[in-house]
């Protein structure tokens, strides 16, 4: 149960992540922001480096998750084949 | 002033692009001759490293729009623009978490060889039809592009350069197969990154900008001549309605894409496709961040420079701009370059086209073919694919990238909600899939400016064309009917024979890793409630005035 919770709550808050990181420009169409950032004006250069670094980083996130999340449900299929060998699901 | 931009030395771009296009024949040649195998011609035997297939990737997505089109639509709508396209990037890393590695541990050679086992033959031949179109619409995008660069910048006529390129394309990625699109599309990628930042960094050097050195960023140092030569430059123009249809058109539209989920299933495990999202991720930021840098120093080389460039030679900015600031050699690199973008993107597509017909349709129909006819038919699809888009490009219609965008929204709307809801709901059954299919996909038609001209839900030609309005009704749309239709005919007793409900469950268990069988997974009636009510409210939305 814990390794199918986890999965399911990953995709869902690290979907919702990257739709966020990688659509600032719809939240500042919301929120417009008069200030200027490394010279640019903050509506244009954030959401180029969210959209750059922020999916970047948060691709090493998705990653590192997805793999362990994959561990876990393999290491739960071992407990199970040890447990209930005998059993039909 | 009109002018005619053309290389003065048209032998020296031949030269160039002939010898990417045998090093390309080359690599292909040596990457494919251990082919045998459907599965080798379609997914690199799933035997691709994290940074090859990180680079074939972003070589598969970016196709010569990076070169023509973008930077035309950032002359032509600015930010509005740039905003939009940022979030392509999302493409391959929500493929990667949402259903690729179920479909790679599926063994899954397309994104419809999934819809077969999940919702059966009726289903399957749907969706590969409309991903047929999807994939020729982009693939002729591709060929268009192609015949023009020849045709305004070396002086060859269309049709011949269409013809003979085409062919010569067509011809290399028929012998290539998969693995030697891969390894062709990650040189490519090299090739277009350097192709496109190098000869940016002379341009701005020229110019004038201090941060040359680093142009997908360092440039605000032209931000306030740009800021009084065209103060509307950074205005976003639009309401956050228009930016929030870009969600279900283009990222959600992205997730149907076969030839980019088709990526995904080559990775040699699971892990490695993981690594090469990463990859994907750092190098197409690099290269789209320079690309909304070259659009913006176009935009600031045509409003304080003095360069004039008619709307008819908008799509070319990139290679004007070369032209204007940089060596003729230079010039002749980036068409190398924009050329391989092409090729990249092109390959992709027609190896899907074949992976459709012969995998998705053919051996549907006839399950008992051999393997060696089977193969055979799968390089005479991708050849009659090419072949197809090369026809079709004779009369080539308007807008480029915007018919692309377009079939961004078509996979969306066809086949997206099945993949995704198939993957992760077990009550999603073939009647659904059927309605979600064939309605979404006619209605995201229907409304679209191509078919019925006064059938449009905003009337703003650009935001209609590139499918952002009818695919934020018809996306929505087709996730309730996938929803609701299979919710309801699973209840009714006398279509239970109708149904293979107990493969659909071992089948998306199996998918996500799982050895046993349990009831509760992926069975969540409140999270496909949730889905069908955001979906309703997002449909009513969409047919609100757009005040555009």
Do not use: C
């Not at chain 2, 997505?61 to 023509?68: E, P």
């Not at chain 2, 990859?279 to 120093?297: E, H, K």
């Not at chain 2, 070369?322 to 068409?335: C, D, F, G, H, Q």
């Not at chain 2, 089948?507 to 496909?528: C, M, P, Q, V």
Request: aromatic letters at 12%; proline letters at 4%.
């Amino acid at each position: 149960m814990k390794a199918y919770k986890k999965e399911v709550q990953f995709t869902i808050w690290m979907t919702a992540a990257f739709i966020l990181v990688g659509n600032v420009g719809l939240i500042f169409s919301i929120f417009p922001v008069d200030a200027m950032l490394f010279g640019f004006p903050v509506m244009y250069i954030v959401p180029i480096l969210m959209g750059w670094f922020g999916v970047f980083l948060l691709t090493l996130v998705a990653g590192k998750i997805g793999n362990r999340i994959d561990d876990e449900i393999e290491r739960e299929n071992d407990a199970l084949g040890h447990a209930d060998e005998a059993k039909e699901v | 002033m009109e002018q005619n931009w053309q290389l003065d030395n048209p032998i020296l771009g031949l030269v160039v692009v002939g010898a990417t296009f045998v090093l390309f024949y080359i690599v292909g040649f040596i990457s494919n001759r251990q082919s045998k195998s459907a599965k080798e011609l379609y997914v690199g035997g799933s035997n691709v490293g994290a940074i090859t297939n990180g680079l074939a990737m972003a070589a598969t997505y970016m196709s010569l729009a990076t070169f023509l089109g973008i930077t035309a639509l950032i002359l032509q709508l600015q930010v509005p623009f740039i905003m939009l396209w940022i979030q392509l990037i999302l493409a391959i890393p929500l493929i990667t978490i949402i259903y690729g590695t179920s479909l790679r541990r599926m063994g899954a050679f397309s994104p419809t060889h999934f819809i077969r086992d999940r919702y059966g033959t009726t289903a399957s031949i749907i969706a590969a039809l409309f991903m047929i179109l999807v994939s020729i619409m982009y693939a002729l995008g591709q060929m268009i592009g192609i015949a023009i660069t020849f045709e305004t910048l070396l002086g060859i006529p269309y049709i011949t350069g269409l013809f003979i390129f085409g062919i010569l394309i067509v011809g290399y990625i028929t012998i290539g197969g998969m693995a030697g699109a891969t390894n062709n599309a990650a040189i490519q990628m090299v090739i277009i990154a350097l192709m496109f930042i190098v000869p940016l960094a002379a341009i701005m050097k020229a110019i004038g900008a201090s941060g040359w050195y680093f142009p997908p960023l360092l440039y605000s140092d032209m931000v306030p001549a740009m800021m009084d030569a065209l103060p509307t430059f950074f205005d976003y123009q639009f309401s956050p309605k228009w930016y929030f249809s870009i969600i279900p058109a283009l990222t959600i539209g992205a997730l149907g894409l076969p030839h980019l989920a088709m990526r995904v299933y080559t990775a040699s495990s699971l892990k490695s496709a993981r690594s090469a999202m990463v990859w994907f991720a750092f190098i197409l930021g690099l290269v789209f961040s320079a690309t909304y840098a070259m659009g913006f120093v176009g935009v600031f080389a045509t409003t304080t420079q003095g360069v004039t460039i008619s709307d008819a030679d908008a799509d070319k900015l990139t290679i004007i701009l070369n032209m204007v600031y940089n060596p003729e050699w230079v010039t002749a690199l980036v068409i190398a370059g924009a050329i391989s973008a092409g090729l990249s993107t092109l390959s992709g597509n027609l190896l899907a086209i074949g992976a459709l017909i012969s995998q998705d349709i053919i051996s549907t129909l006839k399950p008992n073919i051999s393997q060696r006819l089977n193969l055979r038919i799968g390089f005479i699809a991708i050849f009659a694919g090419g072949i197809a888009s090369i026809l079709l490009a004779i009369n080539p219609p308007a807008f480029l990238v915007v018919s692309i965008l377009w079939a961004f929204g078509l996979a969306g709307v066809t086949n997206a909600p099945l993949i995704i809801v198939g993957v992760w709901w077990k009550e999603a059954n073939k009647f659904g899939a059927i309605a979600a299919s064939v309605v979404g996909g006619a209605l995201y038609i229907i409304v679209s400016p191509f078919v019925f001209p006064s059938i449009v839900l905003t009337g703003h030609g650009v935001t209609d064309g590139m499918g952002l309005s009818g695919a934020m009704l018809a996306v929505p749309v087709s996730f309730i009917l996938l929803i609701v239709v299979s919710y309801i005919t699973n209840r009714i007793p006398a279509l239970s024979g109708k149904l293979t409900k107990q493969a659909d469950i071992e089948l998306i268990e199996r998918i996500h890793g799982w050895k046993d069988i349990k009831a509760y997974r992926y069975n969540s009636t409140l999270g496909a409630g949730i889905t069908v009510v955001v979906s309703a409210a997002v449909a009513i939305w969409a047919l609100m005035p757009w005040g555009m």
